[in-house]
C-alpha cells in the first residue's frame, strides 16, 4: 500500500526526517542528505522530487537525470571520503518515495564485507562535526 504524501517525511520534511539526517542541498531532480547516523562515515540519501513515484517508472529523461544525481553524489563521497567501496541501496516497501541510500564503506570500518545496516544507531555526531561532513561534501560537489 503507498504512503500518502500527507504521512511522507520526505514530502512533509516532519520531524521524522529531521531526527534522521539534514538536508544538504537540491540537485538536479533531487534533495541530497546526511545520515545523522554516521557508522558509515559520509552516508547520504539522494531523494526524487516527486512522490510516489517508483524506478521503472520514470521516463527515460527523469530516470537519466535522477541516476545522475546518485552519480554525482557517489563521486562527491569518494572524492570526500576515499571510501573502500559505496554501497548503493533503493529499498521502499513502507515509504512510497523514490530515493538512493549511498553507503561508502571502509575495509577497517564498520560493517564491511556485509550488508549495510540501516540504522545501526553507533555513531552520532556532535552539530559542528556534521557541518564539517557537509561542507567537506559540498567542497567536491
Known amino acids: 500500500m503507498p504512503t500518502p504524501v500527507s504521512e511522507c517525511l520526505y514530502c512533509q520534511e516532519n520531524e521524522t526526517l529531521h531526527n534522521l539526517m539534514i538536508k544538504i542541498t537540491d540537485l538536479k531532480v533531487s534533495q541530497l542528505f546526511l545520515f545523522k547516523e554516521?557508522?558509515?562515515?559520509?552516508?547520504?540519501?539522494?531523494?526524487?522530487?516527486?512522490?510516489?513515484?517508483?524506478?521503472?517508472?520514470?521516463?527515460?529523461?527523469?530516470?537519466?537525470?535522477?541516476?545522475?544525481?546518485?552519480?554525482?553524489?557517489?563521486?562527491?563521497?569518494?572524492?570526500?571520503?576515499?571510501?573502500?567501496?559505496?554501497?548503493?541501496?533503493?529499498?521502499?516497501?513502507?515509504?512510497?518515495?523514490?530515493?538512493?541510500?549511498?553507503?561508502?564503506?571502509?575495509?577497517?570500518?564498520?560493517?564491511?564485507?556485509?550488508?549495510?545496516?540501516?540504522?545501526p544507531n553507533k555513531t552520532l555526531l556532535s552539530d559542528a562535526e556534521y557541518d564539517a561532513l557537509i561542507e567537506k561534501i559540498k567542497a567536491v560537489l
Do not use: C, W
Open 38 to 119: 554516521q557508522s558509515y562515515t559520509g552516508r547520504l540519501n539522494v531523494v526524487y522530487k516527486d512522490h510516489g513515484v517508483e524506478f521503472h517508472e520514470l521516463s527515460d529523461e527523469q530516470r537519466n537525470a535522477f541516476m545522475d544525481d546518485v552519480n554525482t553524489t557517489a563521486n562527491a563521497i569518494a572524492k570526500a571520503f576515499n571510501p573502500d567501496k559505496i554501497n548503493y541501496g533503493a529499498f521502499s516497501d513502507k515509504l512510497s518515495h523514490l530515493h538512493f541510500h549511498i553507503v561508502p564503506k571502509y575495509a577497517d570500518g564498520y560493517g564491511f564485507g556485509n550488508v549495510f545496516e540501516m540504522n
